[in-house]
């Protein structure tokens, strides 16, 4: 079953990678590994990766000439506690390859699209306004999102930590003075913490009755 590396009879197509598995542990600061696809057949070898969308791979595929080898670099995106993926090595000619991803998950990866900050303008002094925050929009593929407000009552109130029936979370601006007001809005999950970008801001501004 071997892959053929030696002399002028290797077998079209035949490559080799330099590892079958990587092990990651997965937090805000991870960084990319690397695995060699080598080109051990006698003619160039066109090759191509495939893995699902939460693992990136750099490059997903090239021409090699005989004897030249890449390094392809490997970084995943998990988005719940337990991640495992397999990055499929393949060519037109010889069998596929797999690499095998396993990732202890210490945090999750942030937001996708994270909903835009929360501006209320000006408020009157004692007058009550509301934003909903679209559950949906937090981006965040994974179980129990949760969202907590710095500083709230009385001039800021959160719906709860978890989403209300409607899918979001309703904020609400009651200016009890004139000037400025801001706060943070952390969105995170039942499981772990997301990294950073995490947060929005809602800011509003009391005026005069």
């Known amino acids: 079953m071997g892959g053929g590396a030696g002399g002028g009879g290797a077998a079209p197509g035949s490559f080799t990678l330099s590892t079958t ?7 805000c600061t991870t960084a990319p590994q690397t695995f060699t696809v080598t080109n051990t057949s006698s003619g160039n070898l066109t090759w191509h990766a495939t893995v699902n969308a939460l693992t990136s791979v750099t490059p997903s595929g090239s021409t090699l000439l005989p004897g030249q080898a890449v390094d392809v670099s490997v970084l995943p995106h998990p988005v719940q506690k337990m991640y495992y993926s397999v990055i499929s090595v ?14 202890s998950v210490e945090t999750l990866s942030p937001p996708t699209n994270l909903p835009p900050d929360i501006d209320f303008g000006n408020v009157k002094v004692g007058s009550t306004v509301t934003a909903f925050i679209d559950l949906f929009s937090v981006g965040i593929q994974a179980p129990g999102i949760y969202a907590s407000m710095s500083d709230t009552w009385p001039v800021f109130y959160l719906s709860g930590k978890s989403p209300l029936p409607g899918l979001g979370w309703t904020v609400t601006f009651q200016p009890d003075s004139i000037g400025e007001q801001v706060r943070t809005i952390t969105f995170s999950t039942m499981l772990m913490p ?5 947060t929005i801001t809602a800011r509003g501004v009391g005026v005069a009755p």
Request: charged residues 10%; hydrophobic residues 30%; contains cysteine.
């Open 90 to 103: 393949d060519t037109d000619v010889a069998s596929s390859q797999s690499v095998q991803v396993d990732t």
């Open 194 to 198: 997301v990294c950073p970008p995490n």
């Open 21 to 27: 598995s990587l092990h990651f542990i997965s937090n």
